[in-house]
């Protein structure tokens, strides 16, 4: 009789126990509110930032882009420029496109090389001479100037004898004759900075009247270029440095 219900007794208890397969219920999650927090920052950060990116590229404007050199003295042209898009920038002056016509009005004041954007410091009235420089205009007859000179050329100076100045009596009061000096080199480089364009149809400077150009040399030889010129013997070669 104690062996059966001893038995029993443990029959009872193994019932009432879990099976190994069953599982013991988890225990509630614990939230953690500032990390839910933390994410909802970071994407509103993120949209912000590519907000203002957006923003920031669409916000352009078209402005002038110098194609071509332009050099000190000259103006810009419908052939030398174009409009390009650029991120506005207060700090810098650019030349808007639609401010092209009042552009044209004024005068590089200095060499502007191409592929460069136009900003309003480049612009002036006319040209600023560079320290121990100065300009000096000729007046050219056909044949004294190489054909399609143009501004910014590098030229050399030479003096040539004019058609009125072989009589004797001219000879005698500049002390020798002018041909006599008809070759000497008067300036060996100088920079051409003015010539009106005036194309034909192969493109080169065509004129029946004198040819205006005006040069940039050295204050030293400014004088006896100037005088030269008074006088008509000047010719223009162009040089090496183009």
Do not use: C
């Amino acid at each position: 009789m104690k062996i059966q219900e001893r038995t029993g007794a443990g029959a009872g208890r193994s019932a009432a126990q879990p099976s190994v397969g069953d599982r013991l219920p988890a225990p509630p999650r614990e939230r953690k509110p500032a990390l839910a927090a933390l994410a909802v920052l970071l994407i509103l950060v993120g949209a912000l930032g590519a907000t203002m990116l957006v923003l920031q590229v669409g916000d352009r404007i078209e402005v002038v882009k110098v194609t071509e050199e332009i050099p000190a003295g000259q103006a810009v042209t419908d052939s030398n420029v174009t409009s390009v898009l650029v991120v506005e920038d207060p700090g810098i002056h650019y030349i808007e496109w639609t401010q092209l016509a009042a552009l044209k009005k004024l005068k590089a004041v200095s060499n502007i090389p191409k592929n460069v954007v136009a900003v309003g410091e480049m612009f002036g009235e006319g040209a600023k001479v560079p320290e121990g420089k100065a300009v000096v205009g000729l007046s050219l007859k056909e044949g004294r100037y190489p054909a399609g000179i143009k501004g910014g050329d590098t030229v050399a100076a030479y003096r040539v004898g004019s058609r009125g100045s072989s009589s004797g009596s001219d000879a005698d009061e500049d002390g020798g004759s002018a041909a006599g000096n008809s070759g000497s080199v008067i300036v060996e480089q100088a920079r051409v900075d003015f010539v009106p364009k005036q194309e034909g149809g192969d493109g080169s400077i065509v004129s029946s009247a004198n040819l205006p150009v005006t040069l940039v040399v050295d204050s030293a030889q400014a004088a006896a270029l100037a005088q030269a010129a008074s006088n008509g013997e000047v010719a223009l070669v162009l040089v090496p440095g183009n």
